[in-house]
């Protein structure tokens, strides 16, 4: 059984409001090694931090799409692959990027990119059809705004999701031609399918999933909240004999019920995601141990005192004899 701790992951955070040059002695002052300013292509004005323990490469490049700040202030981080003991390291370097002065606005996001060598073609169906059917309380959880969905995280085709229901692909050349609507042996990196909740495009382009769902944030717990609930989105996909992909109505009356009961279902219990639950549920309404809320939890003190007087009324009308 694969379990999250298996998953292969790498991780982007946009932010702004530093030079990318401090951002990258930032990551510097974590990991170690060098910086150096590679300069080209002059697009993305790349800066490498390599790192001195594992000799893995962090990117820091410029990103367009965060138009609110002037260009020398847009920044993207970029991290080499990782696995799940790198997650202490990563928040660290979160707390020191912001430390430097970055922050997150509203046109910030976070990316993750999973990967597994056993991965199947029916595990990536699973997957898609996983976030299909949760797809509002994932949207909901995170906190996504209507501009961002609209462009950069839309929600899947629901034709891609027929397609794969009606015919489940047993190769990855049969998922691709279900996912761009021919087959595309040579997928362009930047096509305009990758703006999705999950893009597979990714997959076809680096061999490697990406869920574009997540605000930009630099607090270093919420950014683990991302991670390891992607970790488990896939770890559950890969495990899965089959899932469906029936989509679920969001009700604002049960969806913090609705929400943990999905973390549940992903193995996301006890203590080890025990902070992460509580990001995830943090912007949900309703209660998270009753579906319908409170109100519906027994009083056991109520109901002992309606006992108690239930009866000696009872007694006291008891007639005498």
Same mark, same amino acid.
């Given at each position: ?14 932010? *702004? ?7 990258? #002695?930032?990551? +510097? ?5 060098? *910086? ?19 000799? !893995? ?16 202030? #847009?920044?993207?981080? *970029?991290? /080499? ?64 705004? +209507? ?12 034709? $891609? ?5 009606? =015919? ?7 998922? =691709? !031609?279900?996912? $761009? ?5 040579? /997928? +362009?990196?930047?096509?305009?399918? !990758?703006?999705?909740?999950? =893009?597979?495009?990714?997959? $076809? ?6 869920? !574009? ?9 919420? *950014? ?9 989105? $896939? ?12 989509? #679920? ?69 008891? /007639?005498?004899?």
């Amino acid at each position: 059984m694969i379990t999250r701790h298996d998953v292969r992951w790498g991780i982007e955070i946009e932010c *702004v409001g530093q030079t990318r040059e401090t951002v990258a #002695r930032a990551i +510097q002052s974590v990991v170690g090694g060098v *910086v150096v300013h590679v300069g080209t292509p002059t697009a993305y004005d790349p800066w490498e931090v390599r790192d001195a323990g594992t000799f !893995r490469v962090w990117k820091v490049v410029a990103d367009s799409s965060l138009s609110n700040v002037s260009a020398d202030l #847009r920044t993207e981080i *970029v991290s /080499p692959i990782l696995g799940y003991d790198d997650i202490p390291r990563l928040q660290e370097i979160v707390r020191a990027v912001r430390r430097a002065g970055s922050r997150c606005d509203e046109r910030c996001g976070i990316h993750l990119h999973l990967s597994h060598p056993d991965v199947t073609p029916k595990a990536l169906a699973n997957l898609a059809k996983m976030v299909y059917k949760q797809e509002e309380l994932i949207y909901a959880a995170l906190g996504v705004s +209507q501009e961002r969905m609209a462009r950069y995280c839309r929600p899947i085709n629901p034709a $891609f999701i027929e397609r794969i229901t009606k =015919n489940p692909p047993r190769t990855f050349d049969a998922l =691709n !031609r279900q996912w $761009f609507g021919r087959y595309t042996p040579h /997928p +362009q990196r930047y096509g305009p399918e !990758r703006y999705c909740i999950l =893009n597979l495009t990714a997959f $076809f382009y680096r061999g490697a999933v990406e869920l !574009r769902a997540y605000a930009g944030s630099l607090h270093a717990g919420k *950014v683990k909240a991302a991670i390891l609930f992607s970790l488990a989105l $896939f770890a559950k996909a890969m495990n899965a004999h089959g899932t469906s992909a029936r989509k #679920r109505r969001y009700d604002p009356a049960s969806a913090k019920y609705d929400m943990r009961v999905f973390l549940l279902r992903l193995g996301m219990i006890g203590e080890e995601t025990r902070t992460t639950r509580q990001h995830l549920l943090a912007l949900m309404p309703g209660d998270s141990a009753f579906k319908y809320g409170a109100s519906q939890r027994p009083n056991k003190r109520a109901e002992q005192k309606t006992e108690a007087t239930t009866g000696a009324e009872a007694e006291r009308l008891q /007639p005498s004899c």
